[in-house]
């Protein structure tokens, strides 16, 4: 019984990490403009303080995505693809930075690619 309780306490503290971590790295795209897997191509913007990161959820409603790979690394930030999101860690100088995603899967039972080109401000 002990056992089950320290794996129970375990996963809640780990849970509660991971969303406090979640919590303090905001939206990229305050109001990203959507893509539709029809091999199309969107522009974000995304401006963020130096030293900070921020996590943006891609996946649309209507979407299932397969996969999401990073197809052009920033210059300077860092990007980590998580399930159907990313992670941006902003340098800790200012200066612009970019990025292209590629994401591909179905869109109301459609197949289909799209690709995201992320234009980044460090302030």
């Known amino acids: 019984m002990k056992i089950k309780t320290a794996a129970a306490s375990l996963c809640f503290f780990a849970e509660y ?10 939206e990229c795209v305050s109001r990203p403009e959507r893509f539709v897997l ?11 303080p ?3 990161e921020c996590l943006q959820g891609l996946r649309g409603k209507t979407q ?3 996969e999401v790979k990073l197809v052009e690394a920033p210059s300077t930030g860092i990007v ?10 902003a340098p800790p100088s ?11 899967g179905e869109n109301r ?10 234009e980044v401000t460090v302030r």
């Open 17 to 26: 990490w991971l969303q406090a971590r979640a919590a303090t790295a905001g």
């Open 109 to 118: 039972r459609q197949r289909g690619s799209s690709v995201i080109i992320v």
């Open 64 to 66: 299932l995505l397969d």
């Open 50 to 52: 130096s030293g900070t």
């Open 80 to 89: 980590t693809i998580a399930g159907p999101s990313f992670r941006y860690q």
């Open 38 to 48: 029809l091999s199309d191509t969107v522009y974000w913007t995304v401006s963020i």
């Open 94 to 104: 200012p200066g612009p930075d970019q990025f292209r995603i590629s994401v591909s």
